[in-house]
């Protein structure tokens, strides 16, 4: 008995990564009480859609990729070398910023982003993912908003 609590708390130290990722529902509220719904023409479903394909929900994730120059930051994995950090910050935040499960700076650099001459288009996941699926629906298929 005593074995399985130490081994219960054990894994709970180990695997804390499982507590960042949040549920599509609770991705869909949070992006529409953000102001994404229908924000720039893109529905809701679009946005969850994207999310998903980007960090698979999770605000705080990372992604070094060297070959291309950036690191992806957050729910919509935005770029390091365009939208945060120093330089050429055209959302005017740093990028760890936008690793805030509130998701607060996270919407207002989107915002900025998909007003752009690409819109969504502007993440190739969404391109190949989402901006054609018939299926889009699903993503908000039983959340209450």
Avoid at 41 to 69: H, I, M, Q, R
Wanted: charged fraction near 20%; charge should be positive.
């Amino acid at each position: 008995m005593k074995a399985s609590v130490v081994l219960s708390l054990i894994g709970c130290l180990v695997f804390p990564s499982s507590a960042r990722i949040i549920g599509r529902c609770t991705v869909a509220k949070k992006l529409h009480q953000g102001g994404l719904t229908y924000y720039e023409g893109y529905s809701l479903e679009n946005w969850v859609c994207l999310a998903y394909f980007e960090s698979k929900f999770n605000p705080t994730a990372v992604y070094d990729n060297a070959p291309g120059g950036y690191t992806g930051y957050g729910l919509f994995q935005i770029r390091s070398n365009d939208w945060c950090g120093h330089g050429k910050s055209r959302c005017h935040t740093e990028c760890s910023a936008l690793l805030n499960q509130n998701l607060q700076k996270t919407i207002e650099c989107v915002k900025i982003i998909v007003k752009g001459k690409d819109g969504m288009g502007s993440w190739p996941t969404w391109s190949r993912f989402c901006q054609y699926s018939d299926t889009l629906a699903r993503w908000l298929d039983g959340c209450k908003l």
